[in-house]
């Protein structure tokens, strides 16, 4: 009996470890249409509004509330912490969308099993129970994670400098590219009735010595209730899930300009709505990628990911437990040309250390003669 249980102990771990990260994906659900897109618009075009509702059966992911959210993962034990807390850029292991571990809100034990002690899902360099590893081969001999929710290899990308690539996100060197480029935009507050906004570029300076820090709300303004794309806060209280459901997210048209010395040129090509609810939480992803050659498809109008869109769309929460808070968050495309930054200490400090250095060296040897 004692060996029994022992094989039945190793055949429950295989049959775990085989299907640990295809049973988190809930793209097979109606949960896809929790979250939808109603609607897109051209910043400097705001009137010539791209109606998803229109498209009801014209493509699959389209009913009659817009386009559902292209994909699913959840639910997932434990709060959908760390929120990125250095550069916020994207960078490999700046909160747990990026590959570093969920931490626990409470209790300790208080986590998923696919996202800690290893975050098997988020973490581009995990591979095959081996965390943190570049130079491993994975199943498909590209050296990343095969199991990456939302993104893909060909998405990693050098944001912070630490590495080397090329246009086609092949790696040059062993220690190449390695940040997934997720970028944390805030959440509603505990409250439920505002959004709180992050900072992207913290810390960060440009080769002139200036702060490239910014406050998302500075750029975008992000709605939920029942008056949307009225850049105004949150005018609905969703933990009272009184039937307004609408959220709006809304660029300023220099969006991208302001955002250039960070992430260079373009928008973002995907959009996640994590939801919390109770003990456990759920993300909504949105690939604009899909997406914009699914409008072409139907429409034939040109959709430029390079620019800002105003975007609205709904959430439909039929869950068990009531909504405690919603976090955003968008994805950094991989660009051919991407941006320079120079983290703290500064660069023109470190040079005017070298040059004090250097003067002190030559008044010394001076004195020694």
């Known amino acids: 009996m004692k060996y029994l249980n022992q094989l039945k102990t190793v055949l429950v771990l295989l049959i775990y470890s085989a299907t640990a990260t295809a049973g988190y994906v809930c793209d097979e659900w109606d949960d896809l249409s929790t979250v939808t897109l109603t609607s897109m618009a051209l910043v400097t075009a705001p009137t010539e509004v791209i109606d998803l509702t229109s498209f009801s059966g014209a493509a699959t992911g389209y009913g009659d509330d817009g ?46 099993i696919l996202l800690n002690p290893d975050n098997m899902l988020f973490d581009p360099l995990y591979l095959d129970g081996i965390p943190n590893v570049s130079d491993n081969i994975d199943d498909l001999g590209d050296g990343f994670n095969d199991d990456l929710v939302f993104i893909g290899p060909d998405d990693i990308q050098d944001i912070g400098g630490d590495g080397i690539f090329d246009k086609d996100g092949e790696v040059i060197e062993s220690t190449g590219q390695d940040d997934p480029g997720w970028v944390f935009l805030g959440r509603t507050n505990d409250a439920g009735n505002d959004f709180d906004y992050a900072d992207t570029g913290i810390g960060l300076f440009d080769e002139n010595d200036n702060s490239l820090q910014l406050n998302i709300g500075e750029l975008i303004t992000i709605d939920f209730g029942c008056d949307v794309n009225n850049d105004t806060t949150t005018d609905v209280n969703i933990i009272n899930n009184d039937g307004c459901n609408q959220w709006s997210l809304s660029p300023i048209a220099s969006i991208a300009e302001d955002l250039d010395p960070l992430f260079g040129d373009g928008f973002f090509d995907h959009l996640a709505f994590v939801i919390k609810a109770g003990d456990e939480f759920i993300i909504y992803d949105f690939n604009f990628n899909i997406i914009k050659a699914e409008i072409e498809g139907i429409t034939g109008l040109d959709v430029d990911l390079e620019v800002p869109y105003n975007l609205a769309g709904t959430f439909n929460w039929l869950g068990t437990h009531a909504i405690s808070h919603i976090s955003v968050y968008a994805h950094d495309p991989i660009l051919e040309d991407g941006p320079t930054v120079i983290s703290e200490p500064r660069a023109s400090l470190l040079l005017l250390f070298g040059v004090i250095l250097i003067l002190l060296r030559l008044k010394s040897t001076r004195v020694a003669l």
């Open 67 to 112: 386009r559902e959210a292209t994909e699913c993962a959840g639910f997932f034990d434990g709060n959908d912490m760390k929120t990125p807390d250095d550069h916020n850029i994207g960078e490999w292991g700046d909160g747990f969308f990026n590959g570093e571990l969920q931490n626990a809100k409470i209790s300790p034990s208080n986590t998923d």
